[in-house]
């Protein structure tokens, strides 16, 4: 079961998500919210496996509050629905935490299909955008390198310099789309030692989610999707 925390800027959106989303039996919606201050009590109270969180929310950016939630949840994963459909604004939200990032005029079948992926340990980019938003990653990487940061990379370098076959294989297999269950039938491992492993490197990275911990190896140019 999906416990799950729908937060919308509109009222309409969040009764149409709502009724749509309890069809289906794996899904359960455990809170709603129309504004932040009611997200995070929510996010602190309940515990939930994910958010799912409007770009714009309460006249605030929906994504600001990523690090937040990240910070009173660690283990909460985060979807981002957007209007907008370009490799900037999904860049910014993955890169503050988030796992998903959905544009608004999306199918709902959908929809559920990433809060799934998701769930069990993937990332979700729309169909749309993912096409572009793997080169601003690189961007991402070079500007890093151009602006003076080789220092800090160096280091970090250093750090995941310790990783073995098999957690670099979880890091690009993770950053190619497969689910936890994916990784352990492809690297044939048990499920739940995928899972210890991908906390392991999220730790390592000192990310706050999968999708950071991949960001993080390609930020220091150690890993190519």
């Known amino acids: 079961m999906v416990r799950l925390i729908v937060a919308m800027n509109w009222e309409k ?14 899904i359960s919606i455990i809170g709603t919210a129309l504004d932040c201050y009611r997200v995070l009590q929510l996010v602190v109270s309940e515990q939930p496996d994910i958010v799912l969180i409007d770009y714009c929310l309460d006249n605030i950016k929906g994504w600001d509050l990523i690090p937040v939630i990240k910070r009173k949840s660690p283990a909460t994963s985060i979807i981002v629905i957007s209007p907008y459909d370009d490799e900037d604004h999904a860049w910014g939200a993955m890169h503050r935490g988030a796992s998903g990032y959905l544009i608004r005029e999306f199918d709902m079948d959908i929809l559920a299909s990433a809060i799934h ?6 990332c979700y980019v729309s169909h749309r955008i993912v096409g572009r938003v793997l080169p601003k990653f690189h961007q991402y990487q070079q500007h ?3 602006d003076g940061s080789a220092r800090k990379n160096s280091g970090h370098r250093e750090i995941i310099s310790n990783f073995s076959r098999t957690e670099w294989q979880i890091i690009e297999l993770i950053g190619k789309g497969k689910t936890t269950k994916e990784v352990a039938e492809i690297l044939n491992l048990k499920t739940g030692t995928v899972r210890n492993y ?5 730790h390592k990275t000192g990310g706050r989610s999968r999708a950071q911990m991949v960001f993080s190896a390609l930020s220091c140019g150690l890993a190519e999707f």
């Open 117 to 122: 992926m998701v769930h069990t340990g993937g």
């Open 13 to 26: 959106e969040l009764r149409r998500t709502r009724d749509i989303l309890g069809i289906h039996a794996d």
């Open 144 to 146: 890093r390198q151009e």
């Open 198 to 202: 991908i906390s392991r490197l999220i």
